[in-house]
């Protein structure tokens, strides 16, 4: 074989070899891909509570999964790679920019304006929040190594992920009005970045576009949080002490005491006072009695009457409408308590120590 045909098959031979070396250099290339989907995160509903108890919490989970689209092929083998993804969560609906310490969510009736603050949080005390939130921490996850798939197989090999986040109503929300209340959270407010890497100490933090254009960017699915503020009253009285007087006095014997009551904003209620007895006097009229009463014997029983003004002509009793007292609620106890006006119109009894008890209720 002559020189020159020599010559010519090395320079075909280096030429096999180059282009070998391309075809390797684009695999390695190629293989530097990694998939995450499938984002699911679930719905809260803080459920029903009314807004003068300890508030209410509740907890979700969110799951996701990833896979490395790289190969191990017949020359090379490919690296297992790490994945970081910063999930982003917004304000939802019913708040407006930048409101998010707390979030709210709005009254499902389109008429009212109230809100109700709640939070998100990722772990313990910190805030779940985003790149738009100055100040916030977005939630950051870490997978990996994802296992590379073989050669000429197209099955990919799943890494599941999953995390817990908790929920809670912000405490304090007294004047808050009853009824149902929604946050929706669409793609809109939420936002996944992700960065792979081949080391295991890759981070996703103050990344603002996903590494790979193949990572979803936004949960799959849409959710809400949740909640119902019941309307509520709560009460409070104190006692009313006639005292010590004489068993045979003239004129009438007057004492108060106060009722305390506060009810949810916007929820209007009647305050009912029944003196005790079977059936339960109406009219705010009642009997001091001890063991020694004889019903039939007004030597051992004292009348007495309950009324809302200091002139005593205006009674208060259980009959709404009637001789009930009745407001509305703003979510606080009034400034000033309602002042219960009792009366004994004579004394004329064997001594000893005589009481009753009467029912404060509020209907609302």
Not at 58 to 83: D, E, K
Not at 109 to 134: C, I, P
Request: with cysteine; proline share 5%.
């Amino acid at each position: 074989m002559s020189s020159t045909s020599i010559a010519k098959m090395s320079r075909l031979l280096l030429g096999l070899l180059l282009i070998g070396a391309s075809w390797l250099s684009s695999t390695e290339a190629q293989a530097q891909s990694v998939k995450c989907e499938n984002f699911s995160i679930s719905s809260l509903a803080f459920g029903s509570f009314s807004p003068f108890d300890a508030a209410p919490s509740t907890n979700g989970n969110l799951s996701f999964r990833c896979y490395s689209t790289q190969r191990n092929g017949w020359l090379t083998t490919a690296p297992s790679y790490y994945v970081a993804l910063c999930i982003h969560l917004g304000t939802g609906s019913g708040a407006a920019t930048g409101v998010w310490s707390p979030r709210v969510m709005p009254s499902t009736v389109t008429s009212s304006s109230s809100r109700l603050g709640y939070q998100v949080y990722q772990s313990g005390v910190t805030v779940w929040g985003s790149r738009w939130n100055t100040g916030s921490t977005p939630m950051q996850l870490k997978l990996g190594p994802l296992a590379p798939m073989d050669f000429g197989s197209n099955a990919p090999k799943y890494a599941s992920g999953s995390a817990s986040y908790a929920a809670q109503v912000i405490s304090g929300q007294s004047t808050v009005s009853p009824g149902s209340y929604q946050g929706n959270y669409g793609a809109g407010d939420t936002e996944v970045f992700a960065v792979a890497s081949t080391s295991s100490n890759v981070s996703c933090l103050g990344s603002t576009a996903n590494s790979d254009t193949g990572l979803d960017s936004s949960f799959s699915q849409s959710f809400t949080i949740s909640a119902t503020v019941l309307s509520d009253c709560q009460v409070t009285a104190t006692a009313m002490n006639f005292n010590n007087t004489e068993s045979i006095a003239p004129g009438a014997i007057t004492q108060n005491s106060t009722v305390n009551a506060r009810c949810t904003n916007s929820t209007a209620f009647n305050i009912a006072l029944s003196p005790g007895g079977s059936p339960a006097p109406t009219n705010g009229t009642g009997r001091l009695t001890n063991a020694g009463t004889s019903l039939s014997d007004p030597d051992t029983y004292l009348n007495y009457s309950l009324f809302q003004d200091a002139s005593f002509t205006k009674p208060w009793g259980s009959q709404i409408g009637t001789n009930t007292v009745s407001s509305n609620g703003t979510g606080n106890y009034p400034a000033t308590p309602w002042t219960v006006y009792g009366r004994i119109s004579n004394v004329n009894i064997n001594p000893g120590t005589y009481s009753d008890t009467v029912t404060v209720k509020v209907s609302y």
